[in-house]
């Protein structure tokens, strides 16, 4: 679901370089990452930027394969982390629990992702799902695995999350047609699609409810 592109604001935090620098100096061994650290930062703009670079890049930069893979995992380290800590069968009812539940441990991410969340009857959340994972401007997905995943977890209701990898958190029109697709798509099984939730890199978001 394609957006447009913006560019990401650089700001460099003086912990960007000690956080930078730590981690260096555990994936590389027995050597001064000092210097290093400040390279990658400086070349990047930020801690943030260097973590959501392309590997080739990263690697053009000096990182070994291993730290390049290693810089570009902390992203969804950092979202396991977030997704982990929510509390057990949360109830969304709006756009903000929503936001909350899952929306902010998205906003961050370099690619865009697509999400299905099941609710039961009374809007608890029964499960969730990654459905696909694609660039920093689209992502191609199957409606039929979203209406095929609800009907598994026997839900009564699904909503739909995915992530802008820019400052923008309106849809685009491949945005709104998919919508209509999966609503569509839904309303022909039985099923309720309760919201589609866009979120941006600046934790906005827009809700199709």
Known sequence: ????????????????????????GNCIY??????????????FGSFANVCDANIEDLKKEG???????????IP???RNYMLSKQRPKPTLTCAQDIFNYLGEAVSFLPKEEFYVICLDGGDHVISRKLIAIGNN????????????YGLSMNARK???????????????????ETTRKIYFAATVSDLEISDHLIVNYENKYFSFA
């Open 63 to 73: 990182c070994t394969p291993t730290v390049a893979h290693f810089l570009s995992s």
């Open 137 to 148: 401007s689209q992502v191609d997905i199957k409606i039929k695995e979203i209406i095929r």
């Open 76 to 78: 969804y380290m950092f």
């Open 158 to 176: 699904l909503i739909l999350v995915h992530n802008h990898p820019t400052t923008s958190e309106e849809p685009s029109i491949e945005d709104l």
């Open 1 to 24: 679901m394609a957006c447009a592109c913006d560019t990401k604001s650089n700001y460099v935090n003086e912990d960007d370089y000690v956080v930078m620098e730590y981690i260096l």
């Open 30 to 43: 027995r050597k001064d990452t000092n210097n290093f650290g400040h390279q990658l930062i400086n070349v």
